[in-house]
């Protein structure tokens, strides 16, 4: 399979949600929160369990998953 990107209808729009970003991205990379944890953060300072000024610039961490094995 070839994925080229520059054919892709949704390309510089939809990048952080693409599968190859995904895969291609450095295990350690920071990303931004999608909108289900943004809501989720938002619900929590809603709460009062966590305060606003702490969750400002707040970025989710991609790490390895080292539970998945390949299938023979």
Known sequence: MI???????????QCADCVVTA??????ADMPLDRQEQRAVSALVAAGLVRADRVA????????WTGARAAV
């Open 57 to 64: 610039g707040l970025r989710a961490r991609r790490e390895p």
């Open 23 to 28: 895969l291609t991205a450095p295990l350690s």
């Open 3 to 13: 994925v080229d990107c520059d054919t892709c209808p949704v390309r510089g729009s």
